[in-house]
């Protein structure tokens, strides 16, 4: 697993479905089969150790977005750097600008800034190499992508 510390996240899922899923107040969100890409942050109490327990297990009531699609997917696995600073954001930029990726639902995840959606749907699983090499052309300073493989 991760360690407590704060830092940003992707959670890399994949489905199979072809249905409509209502994501609270937001909307429907037509699922289809491929890769979905949905990128926050953990920089409350037990950081991305916490958040991510969040996001594997199954919860009852939605608190988030994602809360919502969780269930209708399967976490592949979690991309994720440890880091004060918030680069949500510059990953939700760095992903919407690869090759073949489409937003899904505006607003995904972004309701707390100005990007269009914090989720992100491909066709083809997003290669991680590509998308940490994506982020130090923009900036160089930005800590090491790792993985966690959830299954």
């Known amino acids: 697993m991760v360690n407590p510390q704060p830092g940003t996240y992707a959670l890399v899922l994949s489905s199979s479905n072809d249905s409509p899923v209502r994501?609270?107040?937001?909307?429907?969100?037509q699922l289809q089969p491929g890769f979905y890409v949905y990128v926050g942050n953990a920089h409350?109490?037990?950081?991305?150790?916490a958040r991510?327990?969040?996001h594997l297990k199954p919860t009852g009531r939605p608190h988030w977005h994602i809360d919502f699609l969780r269930?209708?997917?399967i976490l592949e696995e979690v991309?994720?750097?440890?880091?004060?600073?918030?680069?949500?954001c510059r990953w939700a930029?760095?992903?919407?600008?690869?090759?073949?990726?489409?937003v899904p639902l505006d607003g995904f995840g972004s309701s707390d800034c100005d990007c269009g959606s914090h989720l992100f749907f491909l066709k083809s699983r997003p290669p991680k190499a590509a998308f940490a090499r994506m982020l130090r052309m923009f900036d160089h300073?930005?800590?090491p992508v790792r993985l966690f493989r959830a299954n």
């Open 23 to 29: 994501v609270g107040k937001l909307g429907s969100l």
């Open 44 to 49: 409350g109490p037990g950081g991305l150790r």
């Open 52 to 54: 991510l327990a969040h």
């Open 71 to 73: 269930p209708h997917t």
């Open 79 to 88: 991309w994720f750097c440890y880091d004060r600073a918030s680069w949500e």
């Open 93 to 102: 930029d760095c992903l919407r600008r690869m090759r073949g990726a489409s």
């Open 141 to 143: 300073t930005h800590p």
